[in-house]
C-alpha cells in the first residue's frame, strides 16, 4: 500500500470526493480504510509522553514547557501542557497518612490539563492516572512520588524468588499470636507485599499482584499432610491448591525446582504450582496452631514460633525401669508440629527434675511418634542423654538433623529411663519447677 493516498492539489482544481475520501483516510485511518485499520484515535488512546514529576513540600508539579511540552491522551482527545503544572496538598483535605494517586484532569474548553489528588486511580473520558505517591499528613509531605510509565515497568520486572505471603489461619493476619486451636479454613495472605511469581514452560515466570487467598479443609482426608501450592485458577487469578500426603509423615508428591524454585509440574495446561508450605491435618480434618500443635509450616517468610508444654502431674514413679517410659507417668506430655521439608529448622529442649537417689542412675530424653502405652518402647529417643547418678535436674535436647525423621506431622513426648529401679520423678510440685517440653520451629 502506498502512503499517503493524497496528493496536493493545485490552485484552481477542482476537489473531488475522492480526493476528499483519500484525505480522511489518511488522516483517520493512516492510508487505510475503515474496514481493515484501526483510527488513529484508537491507536493513540493510551499514548503518553514524558512526564517529568517533582514533590516539594506537600506540592507536586509536573515540569513542562513550550521547547519540551508534556502530552497526554485523555479519554481518547490530546491534550498538551506547555508549562509547568502544579498542585498543593493540605492536611484539611487529607487528614490521613495515606496513599494516594494523581491524575491529570482535561480543561473543559482547552487543550491543556490540571492536575488532581485522587484516593483511587480514576479513569474518566476528563481524567487519567499519571502517578502515585505516599502523603505524610502528619508532617504534611509527599512522599515516594512515582510517574505511572515507572510503576507500569515496576509491576513488569520479573523476578522468581519473589513470593509475598504466608500460610496462616487468621484471616489477613500473617503473624496471629493468639492460639488458634481449630480451622476449617486455610489463607495465604500477603506479608511484606502482595505479589507472587509463578511459572509457565511457555510464557517463564510472570509476577502477579495478590489479595489474600482462602481455601476451605472441609472434605480432606484427617490425620494426613497436604502440601500448599499457588497457581492460576480459572479466572487467570492466583488461587491455593492442596496436594495430599499417603499420611502424615509420608510424601506423596515429588517436589521438583525450577530456577531454585519448588515447584510441582505439568498442571492445568503445562503450568507449574508453586510450593507454599505444608499444613496438617487432625483426626477431625481440620488443622490447628497452638503454643503445643504447629499444624501450619511456611517454605519462605519463616518466623520463629514457639513450642512449649507443661508436666500436668505433681510427682510419679516410672512405671517400669531399664525402659524408655512417659516422663512421670504422663501420656499427654508431647508437642506436635509440621514441617514440609527436611533442611527446616527445629529445636526442641526437654526438663526434668528427679527426687535423690541412693544408687543406679536416670536419664531424659524425647521420643518420636512413640505410643506412650506401650511398655516395650525403647527407640526413637533424643539423641543427646546422659544418665545421671544423682538427684536434681534433668535435660535433654532433640534437633532435626536426620532425613526424614522428622518429616511431616510427629509427635514428640517426653520419656524417662531408670537402670534397675523406678525412681520419682517431679512435676508440678513446686511452682518453680517448670518441667516439660519446649523450644521452637522456623515455619
Request: with cysteine; proline share 5%.
Amino acid at each position: 500500500m502506498s502512503y499517503p493516498l493524497s496528493k496536493e492539489v493545485q490552485v484552481g482544481e477542482t476537489t473531488l470526493a475522492s480526493q476528499y475520501n483519500q484525505l480522511r483516510a489518511d488522516a483517520v485511518y493512516l492510508g487505510g480504510d475503515e474496514n481493515t485499520s484501526a483510527t488513529l484515535q484508537q491507536l493513540l488512546m493510551t499514548y503518553q509522553g514524558t512526564v517529568s514529576l517533582s514533590a516539594v513540600g506537600s506540592q507536586i508539579s509536573l515540569h513542562a514547557s513550550a521547547a519540551q511540552p508534556c502530552s497526554l491522551m485523555i479519554g481518547g482527545k490530546p491534550a498538551v501542557a506547555t508549562q509547568t503544572v502544579s498542585v498543593s496538598l493540605s492536611r484539611e483535605d487529607h487528614p490521613q497518612c495515606a496513599q494516594l494517586y494523581l491524575t491529570a484532569l482535561k480543561t473543559e474548553g482547552t487543550a491543556t490539563f490540571t492536575l488532581k489528588v485522587r484516593e483511587a486511580p480514576v479513569e474518566s473520558d476528563t481524567e487519567r492516572p499519571i502517578g502515585r505517591f505516599f502523603w505524610d499528613a502528619d508532617l504534611g509531605l509527599v512522599r515516594t512520588l512515582h510517574d505511572s510509565t515507572f510503576l507500569q515497568h515496576l509491576q513488569q520486572l520479573t523476578l522468581p524468588e519473589t513470593c509475598q505471603g504466608r500460610l496462616t489461619l487468621a484471616a489477613s493476619n500473617p503473624f496471629p499470636t493468639a492460639d488458634i486451636p481449630m480451622a476449617e479454613s486455610l489463607y495465604f495472605t500477603p506479608c511484606g507485599g502482595n505479589k507472587i511469581s509463578l511459572y509457565h514452560p511457555a510464557a517463564g515466570w510472570t509476577t502477579y499482584v495478590f489479595p489474600p487467598l482462602m481455601i476451605s479443609l472441609a472434605g480432606l482426608s484427617s490425620q494426613t499432610c497436604y502440601d500448599v501450592f499457588v497457581m492460576l485458577g480459572a479466572d487467570g487469578k492466583p488461587t491455593l491448591s492442596l496436594e495430599p500426603w499417603s499420611n502424615l509423615t509420608a510424601l506423596e508428591q515429588v517436589i521438583s525446582w525450577q530456577d531454585g524454585i519448588p515447584v510441582l509440574a505439568g498442571f492445568g495446561g503445562g503450568q507449574y504450582q508453586r510450593y507454599v508450605g505444608t499444613i496438617g491435618l487432625t483426626a477431625a480434618g481440620r488443622t490447628a496452631d497452638t503454643l503445643s500443635d504447629r499444624n501450619i509450616w511456611n517454605y519462605q517468610n519463616q518466623i520463629r514460633k514457639p513450642l512449649r508444654k507443661l508436666c500436668t502431674v505433681a510427682q510419679n514413679q516410672n512405671a517400669e525401669s531399664n525402659r524408655w517410659v512417659p516422663y512421670a507417668q504422663d501420656t499427654g506430655l508431647s508437642l506436635g508440629l509440621v514441617i514440609g521439608m527436611n533442611h527446616a529448622e527445629v529445636d526442641l529442649y526437654g526438663s526434668g527434675s528427679i527426687t535423690a537417689i541412693s544408687a543406679n542412675a536416670s536419664a531424659l530424653g524425647i521420643g518420636i511418634d512413640i505410643d506412650p502405652e506401650d511398655s516395650s518402647m525403647t527407640v526413637n529417643a533424643a539423641e543427646l542423654t546422659a544418665l545421671e547418678y544423682h538427684g536434681g535436674s534433668l535435660l535433654t535436647r532433640l534437633q532435626n538433623r536426620s532425613p526424614n525423621r522428622m518429616l511431616g506431622k510427629r509427635r514428640y513426648h517426653l520419656i524417662s529411663y531408670t537402670v534397675n529401679d523406678t525412681h520419682t520423678f517431679n512435676g508440678t510440685n513446686y511452682a518453680q519447677n517448670a518441667c516439660g517440653l519446649s523450644g521452637w520451629v522456623l515455619a
